[in-house]
């Protein structure tokens, strides 16, 4: 049975920074890329940040780069997300999640996490 478990959420106040982490169990964590999404209060579910299988390849969407940072350890079967300046606007619930293949389309992940709370204080 497959599980993502994200961790690193609460509150912080704006300029601040946290770190996000995501443990996988019941895969092959090395054979999936991995994603981050988030989803604001009465938004759609949009996509942050990628990374792929072995960690060469990394993606953002716009809103983050810059600021958001992606990486992970293979050993640990575990993937983060590093947010730094952050903004009101990044308040949401954060979602890692797998996929086979390099994507950015919720609709082409294979796995999902229950997500993980950020709220940023103006």
């Known amino acids: 049975q497959v599980q993502l478990v994200e961790s690193g959420g609460g509150l912080v106040q704006a300029g601040g920074s946290l770190r996000l982490s995501c443990a996988a169990s019941?895969?092959?964590?090395?054979?999936?890329?991995m994603d981050w999404f988030r989803q604001a209060p009465g938004k759609e579910r949009e996509f942050v940040a990628a990374?792929?299988?072995?960690?060469?390849?990394?993606d953002y969407a716009d809103s983050v780069k810059g600021r958001f940072t992606i990486s992970r350890d293979n050993a640990k079967n575990t993937v983060f997300l590093q947010m730094n300046s952050l903004k009101p606007e990044d308040t949401a619930v954060y979602y890692c999640?797998?996929?086979?293949?390099?994507?950015?389309?919720?609709?082409?992940?294979?796995?999902w996490g229950k997500g993980t709370l950020v709220t940023v204080s103006s």
């Open positions: 990374i792929s299988w072995s960690g060469g390849r990394t």
């Open positions: 999640a797998a996929t086979q293949l390099y994507e950015r389309a919720k609709d082409d992940m294979d796995f």
């Open positions: 019941g895969l092959t964590f090395r054979s999936y890329a």
